[in-house]
DNA sequence: AACAAAATATGATAAAAATCATATTTAAGA
DNA sequence: TCTTAAATATGATTTTTATCATATTTTGTT
């Protein structure tokens, strides 16, 4: 459902919601060991998120990655959508390019619902309210 | 979520549940066309699973592959997990690999239930239910 | 102004998944 | 028993995804 991409993009985002801030950057080298994902990979990831407005960053000496109030009032979709684009979360399980409510797959009355829902509940999350699950010890982001 | 693998044994699947059975058993270039999946690649994949006893077949003229009546009884999952094993479906949405109830990822709370409800219907629901909703018109297995 | 340290742009390489090809084995029919 | 038509076993090729590498640009500091 998500690529590895993705996987890696949230919990860099997340990351960085509850580390960085405008006054306080973070580089690529400090947060690629604590997420466990390799450095020249997670660098790609957070510069297109960057050129997508997800994160922010600033170049240079003193510069990094970071996110602002705006950028953690996003939804966790855009993220999604930033790197996976969306057919993979709104495709047809079996791939059917013609599948709807009028024409459904044979799975589509058992998967459809879910994954309404599952997209409106990424739709609502935002990065900003994950990230306090986190600092609160509601849910963890460890290896 | 599915590999594509997956999409086209399942088509192939429903599609030899509603047109075969031990008196008319169906060849791969019968089959490949109607569910729109590569000959050779279809082929290899209703090898693996009337090895791993999905679905039946004979060799030789006359032959081919085709569903008993308790190949039909056989839920969803079994088909899912015959190609892609389990991993894909029960792992963790950001693959964290202590990823449960006690430490649950950032995700976890959102996508857990949907998903063990997912794989509940997927247990239940057998090839032969599903074929039928497509011979009643509920369903539809186009390309 | 020159330097150093960061992101950025670009593309190369490696690994995995998807697809294709073919020689071998089996079963039915003449 | 020979021939033919099917699945089977095996593996090669292509495409996609994941990963790695590096020259360029930008920005703060001296």
Redesign the interface.
Known sequence: ??S?SV?YA??AV?YLAIHSSEDKKIMVKELNKPINVPKAYIAKLLQELSKQNIISSTRGIKGGFYLTKENSKQNLMNVIYAIDGDYRMKSC???????NQN?????????SP?RD??IE??NK?TIKE?SL??EKG??????
């Open positions: 459902m998500f590895n996987k949230l919990k997340l399980m079996l791939s059917l390019s013609h599948c024409k459904p797959c044979p799975l589509h009355h058992i998967v879910m829902k599952l509940a990424f999350k994950l699950e986190i509601i849910t963890f982001l460890p290896i």
